[in-house]
């Protein structure tokens, strides 16, 4: 039995925290035991019985601990650890916050950092001039010799652009509850009159800026599809406004069905044709690996990063390089759907829950090695 400690910004909503959730549940169930940390409430979303869940937020009082609030958070969660009295074989920080209290604090040396997305694109890519140099300097220091998991091999790479040089860097993808999804994809439909049509499918939150829904609905009318275009997501009155207007631009309005938020989006992905994402860039993007396990092929932008790594063999006909090119996205769409490729079972069995346990695993032992 291993001792694991998480340690995250939230448990309140979003894709890396409901991964460390199901990652939680997956080293209950070979009866490890798990605490999770959040560094700020609330805890909404459903952890797993069995295991150990602490908040220990801070709230600056004043500029002075707010300007240096990655500091104190890191003394006031020293205090809780010494307090807690446990010693944990492998402990893991996960997102940015927790990134820079775990490496203030007395874990530094002993915490891993799990990198969920592009740090070249979602850190640094978007300043210019004196203020990406200055940006560039606070990352570097931040993962410089420290021990770093990432999701993806372009996210290794992609450390490398930006000239960190870590004490380790080992990659593990997001684990996915294959079986799980399996069993719900097969519930039926909602809406009765999408059980035997034929349709392309998005599934995600409606944002323009990482999801580029502009480019995917101008892919979607390059491909002369007369298929009707599912989008299962939410997002805020404005972002659905614009693919509204977007589409009608497109004179695709009648084909494109914006359903909302499904708790279930797997019986859509089992029924679709295609799976389409246009993405500027991702962490491991979990949809795609979700649809495949329905048995769909996918269409989606070579972006950075996760895809690549995803869609390989036969599926990389799904790849569309560079990914601003919409008619070549239009081709995809055209060629998988009049010859879909075969997908094999066995190549996203590196994403099933024992496979990734296993990994974590032989962190933990090789860090009981190293001590």
Sequence with gaps: MAKFLFIIDQLSSGGAPRSVIKLTRALLEQEHRVTLIALRAPVTLPVPEGAS????????????????????????????????????DLVVANLNHAHQVAA????????????????????ISHKQG?????????????????????????????????????????????????????????APLPEPELEQCDFCLFVGRLNMRQKRLDRLL????????????????????NAVEEVQTRAAALGIDKQVMLLGSRDNPFPYMHRARLLLLASDYEGLPNVIIEALACGTPV???????????ILQGKLARGLVTPKEDTAGFGRAISDLLANPPTID???????????????????????????
């Design 130 to 186: 004196w203020q990406r140099a200055i940006k560039q300097q606070k990352v570097k220091a931040l993962y410089r010799n420290k021990k770093i998991l990432t999701l993806t091999q372009e996210n290794v790479r992609s450390l490398d652009r930006i000239g960190i040089q870590p004490a380790r860097a080992e990659v593990i993808p997001n684990l996915v509850e294959l079986e799980h999804i399996r069993k719900k994809m097969i």
């Design 218 to 237: 101008e892919g979607y009318k390059a491909s002369g599809t007369e298929m009707p275009l599912i989008m299962v997501g939410d997002g805020d009155a």
């Design 345 to 371: 079972p066995e190549a996203l069995e590196q994403y099933a829950p024992a496979t990734v346990v296993s990994r974590y695993l032989e962190l933990a032992e090789e860090d009981a090695i190293s001590r």
């Design 53 to 88: 869940v602490h908040v220990v937020p801070f709230a600056p009082k004043g500029r002075w601990e707010k300007l240096r609030r990655y500091e104190f958070h890191a003394r006031q969660l020293d205090e809780f650890l010494d307090r807690l009295g446990e010693a944990f």
């Design 104 to 123: 203030r604090s007395k874990l530094s040396s002993k915490a891993w950092l799990c990198i969920r997305s592009d740090p070249w694109q979602r850190l």
């Design 299 to 309: 269409v989606s932008t070579d972006c950075l990063s996760g895809p690549r790594d």
